[in-house]
């Protein structure tokens, strides 16, 4: 009886070891350290997304290009948005190269600031852009499922959760510091910091020297490279993102080159159809992943906030200082405060997050939030009303955008059965650049349609209607089993 009891013991060790997270037996000292590279790279992504507003039109007026300065952020999205699926996959094919993978995509994070730092015309700043976009796979994608694998889901929850803390704290204090830097030393220098401040969470990353289990092998895919749904979903987005973008600037919507960039997406989609239809669970971006109601929904649920909240941060303070004639410091102090909530209370939500093993909290309360706040821009904000209320009133907004920094980082990490984890997070982080993108094509087009005090009512209208859909596309969500 007590050797049935001690092998009955033996096994139930056996069992918790192997279901233990890849990266939890390691020594805490390495533990540590790459937590800590983890940490910088978050904070490096923020410099690098913090800056663009100071630094493309100084360095768009330098080659005279200020008409079209801002075409160079979601043309740099392509990259993005391929990298990211592309990223999942490849971590899914083989588990051991997450670290490496983190790694080279913050040498070409490097490479990128250098290109911009020396760039000689502005298509230069766009290929530089391009490349320095690679860090936001290494955060959302490989960074986030490396904390994953370092601690339980509890533990991983807070910690992914202060990974946007951080994030959200950099976003207060980036901008101002790399305004002061351009200002003191010329926009080029501030590529020569961020491309020194890439090297650093790559060298963390490679001292801390980590090896993979034997068991990390049981998890790998091991499918054959998808060459074909690459290049598609690359021509894909290689004709959607210049179609839109560019739609209002060098390449007019209705211009024979404006149809080719569409012809050439459709075309792309097809192949990519194809291309998944014929691999299946081989493909760039898997069937059975696809077909994943969770995975659909964050997919979903991602796109549509992103879209949504761009109508406020993108469109807002203009408004705040050309319709109810507010100053820049107003305008900023908005956007300033609706950071805060977010810094105050990341690591709660994502600890709230897996410890319950659900979403629900940050959905329903945060949906509430995001609801009544975009339904009062879009109903009843006007150039009389005083400067203080859309202040306040964004900034509890704040609320809202701090559920969902933890909603759609530590969410999937908690949620998805981990056979799904890494291409399904490629997947779903592909919608917020794909919001974002969306988001800025049509909000730009009512803008430049109706003016700064018409366009964004109905900017705020239809992001009111999106925030009712992303909502409901969120509901459904539930913790899978293993």
């Known amino acids: 009886m007590k050797e049935v009891e001690a092998s009955s013991s033996s096994s139930k ?18 533990r540590r350290l790459l937590l800590g590279a983890m940490y910088l790279s978050a904070v490096t992504s923020m410099v690098f997304s913090g800056t663009d507003s100071v630094l493309l039109p100084k360095a768009a007026e330098e080659f005279g290009a200020l008409d079209y300065y801002s075409v160079a952020m979601p043309l740099s999205s392509i990259v993005t948005i391929v990298m990211m699926p592309l990223s999942g996959f490849l971590m899914a094919r083989n588990p051991t190269i997450k670290v490496k993978l983190f790694v080279g995509e913050w040498v070409m994070t490097i490479i990128g600031g250098v290109i911009m730092a020396v760039a000689q015309n502005y298509a230069m700043i766009v290929v530089g852009m391009m490349l320095a976009r690679m860090c936001f796979p290494a955060v959302y994608v490989c960074g986030f499922t490396i904390i994953r694998e370092l601690y339980d889901a509890k533990q991983a929850g ?9 994030m959200l704290g950099s976003n207060i204090v980036v901008p101002t510091f790399g305004g002061a830097i351009v200002d003191g030393f010329g926009w080029r220098w501030m590529y020569v910091i961020m491309a020194v401040a890439a090297a650093v969470p790559a060298v963390v990353a490679v001292l801390s020297n980590i090896t993979y289990p034997e068991r990390a092998r049981d998890y790998a895919t091991n499918s054959p490279f998808d060459a074909i749904g690459l290049i598609s979903l690359v021509v894909t987005m290689g004709g959607f993102i210049p179609f839109v973008a560019l739609g209002r600037s060098l390449v007019p919507f209705g211009t024979p080159l404006s149809w080719a960039f569409l012809v050439i997406a459709i075309v792309g989609c097809i192949a990519l159809a194809f291309a998944i239809k014929k ?23 991602n796109f549509t906030n992103n879209f949504a909240i761009l109508s406020c941060y993108l469109f807002l303070p203009a408004y705040m200082m050309y319709a109810m004639n507010g100053t820049a410091t107003e305008a900023g102090l908005a956007t300033l405060l609706h950071s805060i909530p977010g810094f105050i209370l990341g690591a709660f939500v994502g600890g709230w997050i897996g410890k319950h093993q659900s979403v629900k909290m940050p959905v329903n309360f945060g949906g509430i939030v995001r609801l009544l706040v975009i339904g009062f821009f879009a109903f009843f904000l006007t150039p009389s009303m005083p400067i203080w209320v859309p202040i306040v009133v964004f900034s509890i907004g704040g609320l809202y955008t701090a559920m969902a920094g933890s909603l759609y980082t530590v969410g999937p990490q908690i949620i998805l059965a981990a056979k799904h984890r890494a291409t399904g997070i490629g997947i779903i982080s592909m919608g917020q650049n794909l919001g974002s993108a969306t988001a800025t094509c049509v909000y730009g087009l009512l803008m430049s349609a109706y003016g700064i005090e018409n ?28």
């Open 279 to 301: 691999k299946g669970d081989e493909s760039i971006l898997p069937v059975g992943v696809l077909k994943d109601r969770n995975v659909l929904c964050f997919f979903l649920g």
């Open 455 to 482: 366009g964004l009512h109905l900017a705020f209208t239809i992001a009111f209607v999106v925030v009712i859909i992303n909502w409901l596309v969120m509901l459904p969500i539930k913790k899978e089993t293993e």
């Open 13 to 30: 060790k056996e069992s918790s070891r192997e279901d233990a997270p890849l990266l939890s037996e390691l020594p805490n000292s390495k």
């Open 158 to 166: 807070v910690y992914m959760g202060l990974m946007n803390t951080v």
